[in-house]
């Protein structure tokens, strides 16, 4: 494998940092106070755009006339340092994967820095992939993904995903990419290991190394 591509949040930090409920709430105040939809209609807006588009902007993109770079720059406008800190056993575990390492992110450039800075991490990635990598198409659509392998000149074969998203590994696998899950959502078929968390990468692709690319979520093979 040549390359993993990272999400950035709930997957290089564990999802109990929750450091998305600042943004959550930044969504919210987003939807009602700048773009004025009701607050009873805020939650029940964002889980209809959420389905049917995968990320709440492209909803206010195609019903609201929202502009995403203005919605980009407000929802991520949070402290990030308030929920997360420096990582050292995060960083040793990155830095001992001989790979190349790059973040797929459906969320902005600006916040990943951040993110990663605060972690301690910034100087361990490659390239920085964000929403706007297919023109604010998110993942799970296939666009993106399309647009990653392109730029990086890779096949998904050549590539690992690092995710806590079950829906956005199922592309990745579709384009043959090996596929990891992190975190404790319920996995389809198509992933091939689960870990609780990120720092535990090195310590399960040598152990998959050595043992074949038939180890199915964490099942070796007799
Ligand atoms: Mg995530």
């Known amino acids: ?3 993993i591509l990272f999400d950035l949040d709930n997957t290089l930090y564990p999802s109990r940092c ?9 969504i919210n105040s987003y939807m009602h106070e700048v773009v004025g939809i009701p607050l009873e209609q805020v939650d029940i807006l964002r889980r209809q755009y959420w389905q049917a588009y995968g990320v709440t902007m492209q909803g206010l993109m195609r019903h609201h006339q929202v502009d995403p770079e203005d919605y980009l720059h407000y929802v991520h406008d949070v402290d990030v340092a308030s929920r997360l800190q420096a990582e050292p056993d995060l960083r040793q575990a990155l830095v ?4 190349s390492k790059v973040v797929f992110t459906n969320s902005s450039r600006a916040h990943t820095d951040r993110v990663l800075g605060t972690l301690g991490i910034s100087d361990l990635f490659d390239q920085v992939f964000d929403i706007r990598v297919a023109d604010y198409v998110p993942k799970p659509y296939l666009q993106p993904y399309h647009r990653v392998l392109e730029q990086l000149g890779l096949t998904g074969s050549q590539c690992i995903m690092v995710e806590d998203s079950v829906a956005n590994l199922k592309p990745a696998k579709d384009l043959g990419m090996t596929t990891i899950l992190v975190g404790n959502a319920t996995p389809g078929s198509f992933v091939d290991r689960q870990l609780a968390e990120v720092v535990e990468l090195p310590a399960a692709l040598a152990d998959w190394g050595s043992t074949g690319a038939s180890l ?3 099942i070796a093979p007799q």
Not at 18 to 26: A, S
Not at 96 to 99: C, D, G, I, M, T
Request: with cysteine.
């Open 18 to 26: 929750d450091l998305f409920g600042l943004i959550d709430q930044r």
């Open 216 to 218: 199915q979520r964490g």
């Open 96 to 99: 001992s994967l001989p790979q």
């Open 1 to 3: 494998m040549e390359c």
